[in-house]
């Protein structure tokens, strides 16, 4: 009894002290503060992500709308969190096993390895709440009258005209999504998203029922042994990604802790993502306490061009504005299917996973040196084995998977040297002839092939204000590649640290060196030469009020191809967000400045747009760019949101090329959003 409140006071004095430092930071703050780092991450990756994030924002929204009980949560359920390591994970774990029920979130403090940031961002995803035992699945009753509804429309109105309305798009220049989510804590999820893309018809042929693109989905988790039964449209994720992942990944300009893939699971596809999701039914089953079953079959009609009966290639955009787009429209079909059975005790686990998968007309993409060994034909599988251990500090995560042709494997080891130093050795090998479609993880480019590399990060705080993350990437490609006409070599370079001088100021520092071997343009592969790339970005933030946030970024690229000139690029952008903790009122300015030589120096530039939009333009040319972002929610039932964006170029009179031209140096459109809560 003494010592139970001995360990309540001690909670009472951390939750004081970390109130305190958290310089009077509410949920939103919290939420909004991750959001920027991984826009940030983004910006960084170089366009090396290659996958809208749109799923990713939702969950993060939902997990936020409706926080865990900490008292009840299960591995899986903080596997889903990025910013927890394996080790902080088996210490929240142990920590209620020998002390029992934590009586507020902020009792955090006292598991060991936990710092205040992860504590931060834990507190608005979770909430300590009394467990209550032997709670049975939910009633249908249960179900009609505490679940959670919601339905968000949006409308972008473009100010322009670009040249594809002429003769070309057949549909309005209007883009338009409907989405309708129902959740029921962490149980039971269902929805639909409808989407009409800008140029895209609407109630008119070829979309007589109205929208181009639907979406539904129906999840249901932790009904007994049933763990996960998905209908509809879903995604998922199993081993490291050499076989089947939808996961959003943010490459190798994330924190080591983001490195590890973690977890075997099925979720729902809730976004108005058009491609990276199967539809159908999946199913995982526990066979006993550590074995896990899971069973998947998806069968979708997809858009690419077929000639005389095979398909040539393969179109991933989802829009159809133009006859050729909408001929091309679902014209083959993807018979998925497969299975993974895992096996995970304390400290390891283990786990298959096999797939089978047929396309309905044979997949013979137009033959280029670089891309002979592609994936062709119409019936493939691939099968991995996934494994990871923990071993007091060092923790080993792998898979070794096979194809038609070729293997692929994936092997890591981290080193946890305290609470504040990381590091971590990663090999990956993908052979020159691997097929697998679904596969994705970590790679220089965007298919899971062709690859040879060897990965070194360290992750530091030697600080309390100070936090750094340092790695190189050595990288050999065993065949030739886009642009690259031979076999050849890479060497990637990172470094980044944040400072916090003061409880209201943070300034990030990033800078990546990139050398690797090019094709030099208009010489068909005949003069192969080095590049050089560096790329700079300093962003300073400060908080001068609770309700004011102040943010400054810089950003400086140069390009250089052996025996060729310097290539540059720049952009400034200062943003002013305005917030009232007791007011439903938001606000958003934000404006740039760019000069960019060339694509190889392109900027990225990330906004916050509307919910759930992942939205981060990049730029080139010279011009000015400012956008304006408007909140307010009327009550605890309706929201409104408003963004509008501003482009300005000082070196063109037209802006893009083909059906996508304008006829104007300047580009301005608006995103509005409408959620209501039922």
């Not at 209550?132 to 429309?153: A, Q």
């Not at 322009?160 to 989510?181: E, I, N």
């Not at 343009?521 to 009020?545: E, M, V, W």
């Not at 120096?601 to 760019?625: D, M, W």
Request: proline share 3%; hydrophobic share 35%; charged share 20%.
């Amino acid at each position: 009894m003494k010592k139970t409140l001995l360990r309540r006071l001690i909670s009472l004095a951390g939750l004081l002290f970390i109130t305190n430092i958290a310089y009077s930071q509410n949920q939103n703050d919290t939420i909004y503060q991750y959001g920027d780092e991984i826009q940030q991450l983004f910006e960084n990756s170089e366009g090396e992500t290659n996958k809208n994030y749109d799923d990713e924002i939702i969950e993060l929204h939902e997990r936020f709308a409706e926080p865990l009980n900490i008292n009840t949560v299960t591995k899986e359920q903080l596997q889903q969190f990025p910013f927890l390591s394996d080790l902080q994970i088996e210490h929240i774990l142990s920590y209620f096993y020998l002390h029992g029920e934590m009586k507020t979130i902020y009792e955090l403090q006292l598991v060991e390895d936990m710092d205040i940031q992860t504590i931060r961002y834990l507190s608005a995803f979770f909430k300590a709440l009394p467990v209550v035992h032997n709670k049975s699945f939910p009633t249908l009753e249960e179900l009609y009258k505490k679940g959670r509804s919601e339905v968000f429309s949006r409308v972008d109105i473009p100010f322009y005209r670009s040249a594809g309305y002429v003769d070309k798009y057949r549909g309005t220049p209007y883009y338009h999504s409907l989405r309708y989510a129902y959740r029921y804590h962490d149980n039971v999820f269902a929805g639909f998203s409808a989407e009409k893309d800008m140029g895209e018809t609407f109630f008119a042929s070829p979309n007589k029922k109205g929208y181009d693109s639907y979406s539904i989905y129906f999840l249901v988790k932790d009904a007994g042994p049933l763990k996960t039964l998905a209908v509809g449209d879903y995604r998922l994720s199993f081993g490291q990604g050499l076989v089947v992942s939808n996961d959003f990944l943010m490459g190798k300009t994330a924190y080591i802790t983001t490195l590890n893939r973690r977890g075997n699971n099925i979720y729902k596809h809730s976004s108005t993502d058009e491609q990276h999701f199967f539809r159908g039914v999946a199913a995982s089953i526990a066979l006993n306490k550590n074995l896990l079953l899971s069973t998947f079959f998806s069968y979708r009609l997809l858009d690419g061009t077929v000639n005389e009966g095979k398909l040539t290639s393969i179109h991933s955009s989802g829009l159809h504005r133009s006859q050729k787009e909408i001929d091309d429209r679902n014209s083959f079909g993807l018979l998925f299917m497969g299975s993974n059975i895992n096996y995970s005790a304390d400290k390891w686990q283990v786990g298959t996973t096999g797939i089978y998968y047929h396309f309905n007309h044979p997949y013979a993409p137009t033959q280029r040196k670089y891309n002979r060994y592609a994936l062709q034909g119409s019936s493939f599988y691939n099968i991995g084995i996934d494994y990871s251990y923990r071993f007091k500090k060092f923790s080993i995560v792998g898979e070794e998977a096979i194809g038609k042709h070729g293997v692929a494997t994936t092997n890591r080891i981290r080193y946890n040297l305290s609470q504040d130093y990381n590091i971590i050795l990663f090999h990956r090998y993908y052979a020159h002839n691997y097929w697998a479609y679904f596969a994705h993880t970590l790679s220089e480019s965007s298919t899971v092939q062709n690859e040879n590399g060897w990965f070194l990060a360290i992750d530091a705080k030697p600080w309390h204000k100070l936090s750094c993350f340092a790695a190189i990437d050595l990288i050999s490609f065993p065949w030739c590649r886009y642009r690259v006409s031979k076999p050849s070599r890479a060497i990637d370079g990172i470094f980044r640290c944040s400072y916090y001088p003061r409880k209201t100021d943070q300034m990030d520092f990033f800078y990546r060196y990139k050398h690797k071997e090019r094709d030099v343009s208009n010489t068909k592969g005949a003069d192969i030469r080095p590049t050089y790339q560096h790329s700079f970005r300093y962003k300073y933030s400060y908080l001068p009020t609770p309700a004011v946030r102040l943010s400054t970024v810089a950003d400086y690229r140069l390009f250089r191809q052996q025996g060729f000139s310097t290539e540059k690029g720049y952009q400034l952008t200062g943003s002013v967000a305005y917030s009232l903790r007791d007011k439903p009122l938001q606000c958003i300015l934000q404006g740039s400045y760019f000069n960019v030589d060339s694509y190889d120096t392109k900027v990225y530039i990330a906004e916050r747009s509307v919910l759930y939009n992942s939205y981060i333009p990049s730029f080139q040319g010279t011009g000015i760019h400012l956008s304006f972002r408007f909140q307010y929610k009327l009550n605890t039932r309706w929201l409104f949101i408003t963004h509008c964006g501003h482009t300005r170029y000082y070196n063109q009179e037209s802006i893009g090329t083909g059906a996508d031209k304008i006829d104007s140096s300047f580009r301005t459109d608006m995103k509005i959003q409408v959620k209501y809560r039922i």
